[in-house]
């Protein structure tokens, strides 16, 4: 870097420093890339996992239950409003995600949570958002590519 370029950018830290907090806020918030939070939840059951057909889906295939988070949601409690509202689901969640999936191009941030149950749980679908749930077999499940690679990874 230049000294012409290494004084513009202490020049320009020092007046983003002094700036007010809201003005600060804002233009992190318009240079920064935005992307979508979801949470889903990969619930076992010994060799089987509760996938779901979601209605809005456009990849062919099963995929995990949950989905997007509210603003200001902790992502626990907006993966059990989820599992609630779409299958009439409750399920003992940690307090925080066994793994967190990236996908860049489509500017998309998973939070996954797993769960072991000893017995499977009574899912009833909502109908509106998601079509169907089965516990599917992990080695063979028919998943959707973003599905098969959460469950590789935590396989």
Known sequence: MTETAASARRLALGAFRRA??????AA????SPHYVLGAVCVLRHRDHVLLVRQRHDVEDGWSLPGGL???GELPAAGLARELAEELD??????????LTLVVPHRKRV????EVRVEHRPEVTVDGL???RAEWRPVADSGATLA????????S
Do not use: C
Not at 89 to 98: D, H, I, M, S
Not at 147 to 154: K, S, W
């Open 20 to 25: 007010p907090r809201f003005l600060r806020r």
């Open 28 to 31: 992190v918030r318009l240079v």
């Open 69 to 71: 988070l509210r603003r």
């Open 89 to 98: 689901l409750v399920v003992r969640l940690g307090e925080q995600p066994t």
């Open 110 to 113: 998973d939070l996954v949570f």
């Open 129 to 131: 958002e998601v079509v």
């Open 147 to 154: 599905t098969a690679e959460i469950l590789r990874m935590l």
